[in-house]
């Protein structure tokens, strides 16, 4: 009886075994699948995005620079052809003259914002780009005149990364920003009436490739 159970045993076994192995490739086929897939998702909503971005950007610029931003791997920065890089954003310095509001709608109709200055790299960058008898408003402003400015994008206006000049701002009226270069202290940032006509600096991030 006993040595004719034994095969009985085997034979339970083995098919145990072959069920595990069995449900251990299923699940390790459903899993590849489901990254395959997520993989897939992924880059579809990335590249779709960008794709999106690509299509609006060209409306309004007629054609774009990439920088090789990668180091282990390849990553291409763009900017509009007649675009400044620097970071992770691109900068237009507009020629002509107008009020604050429409500065501001000019930059958005090209996919961008007035500028928004976080670094004093970033401000180190964009005054080497400017005319020295020119002035240029910022994506900042004081709508209610009570010392409360605030970034055109949201950014947290942060007192730690300031460039007024000294005892600016100085005029509740004078509701808007400009950068300006003063003798002898070189560029910084002054309250101006925001109907006054001035050149402005556009912002937009880079499309990453």
Request: aromatic residues 14%; proline residues 3%.
């Amino acid at each position: 009886m006993v040595q004719e159970g034994r095969p009985q045993g085997r034979e339970k076994g083995v098919c145990w075994s072959l069920r595990l192995w069995s449900v251990a490739v299923i699940s390790m086929v459903l899993l590849s699948a489901c990254f395959i897939v997520s993989c897939v998702v992924t880059y579809h909503f990335t590249h779709g995005k960008t794709d999106k971005r690509l299509s609006e950007l060209h409306i309004y610029h007629s054609g774009l620079t990439c920088f090789s931003e990668g180091t282990r791997v390849t990553v291409w920065g763009c900017c509009p052809s007649t675009w400044k890089s620097f970071g992770s954003s691109c900068y237009f310095i507009s020629t002509e003259e107008s009020v604050w509001t429409k500065s501001e709608q000019n930059c958005v109709e090209m996919g961008a914002h007035l500028v928004v200055i976080n670094t004093e790299a970033e401000q180190n960058f964009i005054v080497q780009q400017l005319n020295e008898s020119l002035s240029y408003f910022l994506g900042l402003s004081d709508p209610q005149g009570n010392g409360n400015w605030q970034w055109i994008d949201q950014t947290p206006f942060k007192k730690n990364v300031r460039f007024w000049h000294p005892n600016e701002p100085n005029f509740s009226a004078e509701q808007c920003a400009s950068i300006v270069f003063w003798k002898p202290g070189g560029w910084g940032w002054n309250d101006v009436f925001c109907d006054t006509l001035r050149n402005s600096i556009c912002e937009m991030k880079k499309i990453y490739l």
